[in-house]
């Protein structure tokens, strides 16, 4: 069994930054992809940023490419999301999400709680 446990989200400005992180439990980490997901209101999941356990590889929507950055630490039991450049349009409420294997996608098996995430001025 996996937990998940996201911190790190809030309020901020157009332009701003956030870093999001999760807390998770596995006995051996490194065998988890691990990512990120968000859901605005009226809208679907959608994935932003996965993490492979093994070699850290990465992948991001295009829609935040250039922007965010996922990062993991195995020894921590930690994945983080670096947010830079905020915009309006990155205010959902965003998912920590792990699945057993090399990618996170297409569907993760845990998943965390979920943190809001508000862009606004």
């Known amino acids: 069994q996996v937990q998940l446990v996201e911190s790190g989200g809030g309020l901020v400005q157009p332009g701003g930054f956030l870093r999001l992180s999760c807390a998770f439990s596995?006995?051996?980490?490194?065998?988890?992809?691990m990512g990120w997901f968000r859901q605005a209101p009226g809208k679907e999941r959608e994935f932003v940023a996965g993490?492979?356990?093994?070699?850290?590889?990465?992948d991001y929507s295009d829609s935040v490419k250039g922007r965010f950055t996922i990062s993991r630490d195995n020894a921590k039991n930690t994945v983080s999301l670096q947010m830079n450049s905020l915009k309006p349009e990155d205010t959902a409420v965003y998912y920590c999400?792990?699945?057993?294997?090399?990618?996170?996608?297409?569907?993760?098996?845990?998943w965390g709680q979920g943190t809001q995430v508000t862009v606004s001025s």
């Open positions: 596995a006995r051996t980490s490194s065998v988890y992809a």
């Open positions: 999400a792990a699945r057993y294997g090399a990618t996170v996608t297409p569907t993760p098996r845990y």
């Open positions: 993490i492979s356990g093994n070699n850290g590889r990465t």
